[in-house]
């Protein structure tokens, strides 16, 4: 599948598909993220700790699992969150974030 060329409205191409991720998947961690953009951990977690300094998204321990999400306290956090899920459709995030599989599989289920 080709990438679409997306602009730097946030600092960078990979910046902005990493919030449009955030902010289509709600609650998600790092390794997910990577894996749907193609892009090495390290990268994401730059990105992660930039975006978690400006208090754009924030981060929690679950076990010993971060997800992250958009800070709900941040102001304008609504509209923010509108203008990502409206942009997305313009781009093939939307069925990427769509093939992540997010609920556990049946014990008996064959693999």
Do not use: C
Not at 23 to 39: H, N, P, R, S, W
Not at 58 to 67: A, P
């Amino acid at each position: 599948m080709l990438e679409t060329r997306l602009p730097k409205l946030f600092g960078s191409s990979t910046r902005t598909r990493t919030l449009l991720a955030i902010a289509l998947l709600k609650d998600t961690y790092v390794q997910e993220i990577a894996g749907i953009l193609g892009v090495s951990t390290p990268t994401i977690f730059k990105i992660v700790e930039e975006l978690e300094a400006e208090e754009i998204i924030i981060s929690r321990y679950v076990g010993r699992t971060r997800t992250l999400a958009l800070n709900p306290r941040m102001f304008g956090i609504g509209d923010l969150e509108k203008f990502l899920e409206k942009y997305a459709k313009s781009t093939d995030m939307e069925e990427r974030v769509s093939r992540i599989r997010r609920r556990p599989r049946r014990r008996s289920k064959a693999i």
